[in-house]
């Protein structure tokens, strides 16, 4: 510490320690600068979020995987998002608008539970296309399922491409599903959706069952943790009769339906099941 002589007064007067104030001052400084640093990322974050980074979990045939592509979004909206076209036996009035709303892979945990929340929010039946080693794994999420009244079929028991199975597996993966399906109090289903959308003209006609498919993919396993990317996907593709894919295992998928659900309630979309999609649009 220094001290000043004042003639003055006649005494020692203690001096602003100089060298503690710069430091003071410096700090300040550096914690300005940090914090508009900081202040300036943030709001580049909310401004431009980061775009998705599409991950396969399935080895689709798609440009996306054999070109660099700048705009991941751009690539599945051209390469997926019509999904699998339905032969349509019964063509419907174009201003008919109905809506089947289907969930693949599960039944899932917690992100099944708050779909189940959305559904009854907003009272629509959907269509689970469970698999048999999920339902076994979780048969207390098949039977609140169940009990809510949606419409319960097969997506085989654990995933496989049905076309490479013989038909005594084939008939093996639906056999199970459909002991599964039973054993959490569902009835026997007349549908399947064979896993990647993949079957043979053999399958269809020996295994009793009818396929079902999609027609809006909202390719939401592409975009996880971004719900509003798979919502938007689904709004811009859909079609005055839509059958709409999507996983109940994922909770941006679950949070994505939450998005599109009243959006197509304000388009004039009315819900159905898989079945009555089937009865109203015919066989195929
Ligand atoms: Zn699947």
Redesign the pocket.
């Known amino acids: 510490m220094r001290y000043k002589y004042e003639n003055k007064k006649r005494k020692y007067r203690k001096m602003k320690p100089r060298v503690g104030r710069i430091a003071i001052l410096v700090v300040i400084m550096i914690a300005i600068v940090g914090l508009s640093v900081f202040g300036v990322k943030s709001l580049m974050g909310i401004l431009n979020p980061p775009k998705p980074n599409p991950i396969a979990l399935?080895v689709k045939d798609t440009s996306l995987f054999n070109e660099k592509a700048r705009n991941a979004k751009e690539v599945v909206l051209r390469d997926f998002a019509i999904g699998k076209e339905l032969p349509r036996h019964k063509p419907l009035p174009a201003d008919m608008k109905i809506a089947c709303l289907t969930f693949?892979?599960g039944p899932g945990y917690e992100s099944t539970d708050y779909l189940l929340g959305v559904l009854k929010k907003y009272d629509i039946k959907a269509t689970f296309?469970v698999?048999g080693s999920k339902a076994e794994q979780n048969p207390e999420m098949l039977k609140k399922i169940i009990k809510a009244g949606h419409e319960v079929a097969s997506?085989?028991y654990d995933?496989p491409d049905l076309t490479k199975l013989s038909p005594a597996e084939v008939k093996q993966q639906l056999d199970r599903t459909d002991e599964a399906i039973r054993k959490a109090g569902g009835k026997t289903t007349t549908l399947l959706?064979p896993?990647?959308g993949n079957y043979s003209k053999e399958i269809e006609e020996t295994i009793g069952k009818d396929i079902f498919l999609w027609t809006v993919d909202s390719n939401d396993w592409r975009f996880k943790g971004d719900p509003q990317g798979s919502a938007d996907t689904v709004l811009g593709t859909v079609q005055p009769q839509a059958v709409i894919l999507y996983?109940d295992i994922y909770d941006s998928s679950v949070k994505s339906a939450e998005i599109v659900i009243p959006k197509l309630k304000e388009m004039g979309y009315e819900f159905v099941t898989a079945s009555k999609y089937m009865e109203l649009t015919g066989e195929y």
């Open positions: 399935y693949d892979d296309f698999l997506h085989s995933h959706r896993p990647y996983h």
